[in-house]
């Protein structure tokens, strides 16, 4: 079955019993071991209690297929139902699961956990249409769905913040999951009992050094036309692992943000006024590079920026292109574009 956006918290929550075997995919790392563990935990307690729980490979199932089925078929020790869990899921799985799918376990889920599958996977194709499987999509979340999840986590402790502050955190600790959840876990802990509304200021003051300052820092340099700092900042994402579709669209989002701007003032608004209507707003040490880059980039050439980012964006979600070198090419050309003033 095929997950629609909507769907797919409340499946998280409560798995559809029909589906004996759920896909797990994306690019977002965190997201996807946080949904394996709440579906894992649906149906064992533990979700690493070896008696209970089987943990395989693509490996070692291309070297035994039968091994799937032994574990499904397998009576749990404690008794109630077993969880198989299979890291590293590939295409190389498709015809093992279509398969057991014709005659899965009653007792048995089987977790599929894979990296960035695209449309085209036969595995991920096999778990939409399959009515007894799922694929639950992890992609990394905007800044609407961070802002959600920030006061969904504030909340849950007892916690509210001010808007201004769930906006700056959306934007700066937006991306992976698991660097999210260190965040406010973080900003929980600053709080401690102290319940009223996390303001602005400290949310800057506790997360002010999250790893989006990275992200802000090669975002201002590749405005700035400065190549060499920001294929400097780039390696360093890169080798951190930050996920490519996590800087691609904070550079977008950064452009976007300069065209909203540039666009306003060419209307013949003052660019005061036009970037205090950005939510959220340019943080504070960064208005002064802001407000310069805004004279040194027109909203055409703003617009030719965006349209390469897509066709980037569109070329790397290709099998086998090669992300990083595409990426850097492009970031590249940026900054070879010749200032509008």
């Not at 533990?46 to 035994?64: C, K, M, Q, V, Y």
């Not at 808007?163 to 700066?172: E, G, M, N, Q, T």
Request: hydrophobic share 40%; proline share 5%; with cysteine.
């Amino acid at each position: 079955m095929k997950l629609s956006f909507r769907q797919i918290e409340p499946f998280v929550k409560a798995p559809d019993k029909a589906a004996r075997v759920i896909l797990i995919y994306g690019p977002d790392d965190g997201l996807m071991r946080e949904r394996a563990k709440i579906i894992g935990q649906s149906v064992v307690a533990d979700i690493n209690d070896p008696f209970n729980t089987a943990r395989l490979s693509t490996d070692s199932l291309a070297e035994d297929p039968a091994r799937l089925l032994d574990e499904a078929s397998a009576i749990s020790m404690m008794g109630g139902d077993r969880l198989i869990r299979v890291e590293g899921a590939s295409d190389k799985l498709t015809t093992l699961i279509k398969g057991y799918l014709e005659k899965p376990s009653d007792t048995a889920l089987v977790l599929l956990e894979a990296g960035e599958l695209g449309p085209r996977s036969s595995l991920r194709k096999l778990c939409e249409s399959a009515k007894n499987a799922a694929a639950v999509p992890c992609y990394v979340e905007d800044e609407r769905d961070t802002a959600r999840l920030i006061r969904e986590t504030l909340h849950a402790e007892g916690l509210q913040a001010a808007p201004d502050a769930v906006s700056w955190l959306a934007a700066a600790i937006s991306g992976d999951r698991l660097k999210i959840r260190g965040e406010l876990e973080k900003l929980i802990t600053y709080k401690g009992a102290d319940k009223t509304p996390l303001t602005l200021e400290e949310a800057q003051n506790c997360c002010g050094a999250a790893g989006s300052i990275a992200l802000d820092d090669l975002v201002f340099a590749l405005a700035d036309r400065n190549t060499a700092k920001t294929l400097e900042i780039y390696t360093r994402l890169i080798e951190e692992d930050t996920p490519f579709i996590v800087i691609l669209r904070t550079i977008q989002n950064h452009f976007r943000r300069l065209h909203a701007t540039a666009s306003r003032i060419e209307s013949g608004e003052q660019a005061d006024s036009a970037m205090k209507k950005l939510s959220p707003p340019v943080f504070f040490k960064y208005v002064p590079v802001f407000t310069a880059q805004l004279r040194q980039w027109s909203p055409k050439q703003i617009e030719t920026i965006l349209a390469r980012l897509m066709t980037l964006e569109a070329e790397c979600k290709k099998t086998g292109a090669p992300v990083e070198t595409l990426c850097a090419q492009t970031i590249f050309g940026i900054t070879r574009i010749r200032s509008a003033r």
